[in-house]
Structure formats: C-alpha cells, structure tokens
C-alpha cells in the first residue's frame, strides 16, 4: 500500500514570492493535515482538511492557506514568503468521520527554503 | 495549555543496551499519545499509540510504551538497541475530536559501538 506522498521534495523560493506544496494521502484515507518543522521550533500543526472543508487551522496567519480536492489530494500555499517560512512541511493522512481519525501517517516532507 | 514535554535532547546508548525516553503530557483529560521516530531528512513513522485499555503498548521494531495516569508519563522503551535505531524521536498528544497533534520538542537518539 503507498503511504502518503509530498512534492516537490525540494522547494528554493526567494522572499515575496508563492510556494505550492502538494500532498497525495493514502487511499481511503479523506483527512489531510499539514504541519511544519522549523528549526528551533520544532512540530508546529497548520491545517486539518477533511472532505473538501478546512476544520481546524493552527496559529499560522492567513497567508498560510490550502485546499483538498475530490480527490482528497491537498495543497498547501504560502503567498508573501518570508525567511522563516523555511522548513521541512510534513502532510499527514487520517481515516475520517467513520472511525480511526486519530492516527495520522506522514509522508516525506517538502523542504522549503526561502533566499 | 495543552502541553507534551520530552526533558532529554540527546541521549547516547551503546548498542545492545537498553533505552527509555522519557515523555510528559498535560491535558485537562487523558489525550491520546503518540511515539514517533525521524530518521534525518526524512518523514515521520509511527511507532505506536495509546488511546486506552491496556497501558502498555507494543510497537513496531521492538519498542513498547507505558501510559502512568498518576505520573502523566508515557515513556518509551527497548530492550536491546540496534545502530539502526539512531533518529530523533518524538511524542506526541491529542485531545479527541480536534485532530491537532501536539508534539514534544524530540530526543536524538546516538548509538555507540
């Protein structure tokens, strides 16, 4: 079975521009989150979807925002980037509201760097 | 504030000894805990969990937890470390129905010969 999937494995922006990250969960699974790991703060949770609808979001402000498809693939978009927005971005894959939501599985992640 | 405490960054093991890392939560109620281990530059993999029932839970690669309600622990453990078990580990904890993991700041594992 594939575990979840991220792409690109490496992003290189440079300051004000726009980072799309994409993310492929497991198959049956409809929860998607987002989290990112910075140096020196370590696991921080930004954006639960599931079916379509944004559910929870994390202390990040708006510039941070996503979306998931039918398909239950995810994106998540960084506009007005900035040099901390470096970091490894981790999606994670959850059963839904039909039972077993709570054990989220990661992917690889998407390293991030902003010049 | 819900909280997930890890007191140990680093811990170095030789091989073939034995290993605990610690964890501490704070939660209004009993969250759901999480083992994780971080291989560099790589995902995270679940090692186990622990919702509720038996407090010791078995994971993969060996490795066990015990959720201490009275200690609000969740430590892991192995009997016989391996090389390969050399990562950063993290715990992690979750309050039903908010699907919001909330990780400790990970302990990096170092195996000695």
């Known amino acids: 079975e594939a575990g979840v999937t991220q792409s690109p494995t490496h992003l290189i922006k440079t300051r004000g521009q726009q980072a799309t990250l994409r993310c492929s969960p497991i198959?049956?699974?409809?929860?998607v989150y987002w989290y990112q790991q910075a140096l020196g703060l370590g696991l921080q949770f930004l954006l639960w979807?599931?079916?379509?609808?944004?559910?929870n979001r994390g202390n990040f402000p708006p510039r941070f925002s996503g979306r998931q498809f039918p398909n239950y693939s995810s994106e998540l978009n960084v506009n007005a980037l900035e040099l901390e927005d470096s970091a490894l971005y981790l999606c994670?894959?959850?059963?839904?509201?039909?039972?077993?939501?709570?054990?989220?599985?990661f992917g690889p992640g998407t390293r991030l760097l902003v010049l | 504030a819900q909280s997930v405490t890890q007191p140990d960054i680093h811990i170095t093991v030789s091989e073939g000894a034995s290993l605990e890392l610690r964890c501490n939560y704070s939660?209004?109620?009993?969250?759901?805990l999480f083992w994780y281990v971080q291989s560099p530059g790589q995902g995270l993999q679940l090692l186990l969990k622990?919702?509720?029932?038996?407090?010791l839970v078995q994971g993969i690669k060996g490795f066990e937890a015990e959720f201490k309600r009275s200690q609000s622990s969740f430590n892991l453990r192995k009997p016989s470390v391996h090389w390969s078990d050399a990562a950063e580990y993290f715990c992690?904890?979750?309050?039903?129905?908010?699907?919001?993991?909330?990780f400790g700041t990970g302990t990096r594992l170092l195996v000695s010969p």
């Open positions: 198959s049956g699974h409809t929860s």
């Open positions: 939660y209004g109620a009993t969250p759901y």
């Open positions: 992690a904890g979750m309050n039903t129905g908010f699907q919001k993991l909330v």
């Open positions: 979807y599931d079916e379509g609808e944004e559910r």
């Open positions: 994670a894959s959850s059963l839904g509201s039909s039972g077993g939501r709570e054990t989220q599985y």
């Open positions: 622990y919702f509720s029932g038996d407090t």
